[in-house]
């Protein structure tokens, strides 16, 4: 790991390829998770390294979905796991590695699955109906951003799920430290230019 910065970014984007990473954190994105689906092992790490180079260039942190052996290995920043794959995982090597883990929570009892694994960061979704991907969870709603924030106190909180840029303030208003987002803009006419307006209003956010 590179060191070069720390803590998630208030936007950040979900991408599905290294190719995305490439061509979307040139633009000025400051956290970024890879999310490879249906790849072989060889795919996965040579999609990660692609990845982790592009992101240690411009000074972004990197999240990878899933494939922690292949994170750890590599020196990436962040470690992203859904509940199913917290369950199969092993947190300790994670955590002895150095990697920064965060989890995946839609629930009450999720919620306190994660905590137990002392993650660097609680996701929470979806906060609105999303369409890119199917969802067995209703619609969370800003005031279990606001739960949830009362919950964990300090440790980062991710919401995800159906946020454009107009919702986003909302969001963050209710307690959520940065926003996830992927339906947004891969369904916009032009994604790129779609990433730029979120990259405006992450500048502005942070104010």
């Known amino acids: 790991m590179w ?8 936007f950040y984007p979900i991408l599905p390829d290294s190719a995305w990473i490439a061509r979307a954190v040139p633009l000025g994105i400051r956290t970024v998770q890879l999310r490879l689906k249906d790849a072989d092992d060889a795919e996965v790490r ?9 992101c240690r260039d411009h000074r972004c ?17 962040y470690i992203h796991l859904g509940q199913e794959d917290l369950a199969a995982a092993d947190v300790a090597a994670i955590k002895k590695a150095g990697v920064r883990l965060g989890i995946s929570t ?3 009892d999720e919620l306190e699955i994660a905590l137990a694994a002392s993650p660097d960061y609680i996701a929470l979704g979806p906060i609105w109906e999303t369409k890119l991907k199917a969802m067995k969870w209703a619609p969370q709603g800003l005031e279990r951003i606001a739960r949830w ?9 991710v919401a995800i799920g159906g946020i454009t840029p107009e919702r986003a303030p909302d969001v963050i208003a209710s307690g959520a430290d940065s926003v996830a987002v992927i339906t947004d803009f891969m369904t916009a ?13 992450a500048s502005s956010a942070r104010g």
């Open 106 to 108: 839609h629930s009450e």
């Open 149 to 157: 924030r009362q919950r964990i106190g300090k440790v980062p909180l």
């Open 61 to 77: 942190q990197l999240i990878v979905n899933d494939y922690w052996q292949a994170a750890i290995e590599l020196g990436c920043d």
């Open 189 to 201: 006419p032009d994604p790129v230019q779609r990433i730029g307006m979120w990259i405006d209003w």
């Open 46 to 54: 040579r999609q990660i390294a692609q990845a982790r180079d592009v």
């Open 3 to 10: 060191g070069s910065v720390s803590g998630l970014d208030v």
